[in-house]
């Protein structure tokens, strides 16, 4: 889990650069400046490609935090 968890760490500090890695594991959408729809989906692409997964329609309003995007990848084999 500690992989998977650098592994989005780095996803989500490629979306979202000014943020620290406490911020960036408690950022979820609201939180977050700048975190809208074009974010959303440019993180969710970065995840996808990083971990070789892919994100179903109905899946994207489920990935509103890094908690939520973690527990996604867990579930799915990633831990």
Do not use: K, N, Y
Not at 19 to 26: H, N, P
Not at 31 to 41: C, L, M, N
């Amino acid at each position: 889990m500690d992989q998977t968890r650098a592994r989005l760490l780095r996803c989500f500090a490629a979306v979202f650069p000014g943020l620290s890695e406490t911020a960036l594991v408690s950022a979820s959408l609201g939180q977050v400046e700048g975190w809208d729809s074009v974010a959303t989906i440019t993180l969710l692409s970065l995840v996808e490609e990083e971990f070789g997964v892919e994100f179903q329609p109905e899946d994207l309003e489920r990935q509103t935090s890094f908690a939520r995007i973690l527990d996604h990848l867990a579930t799915r084999g990633h831990a």
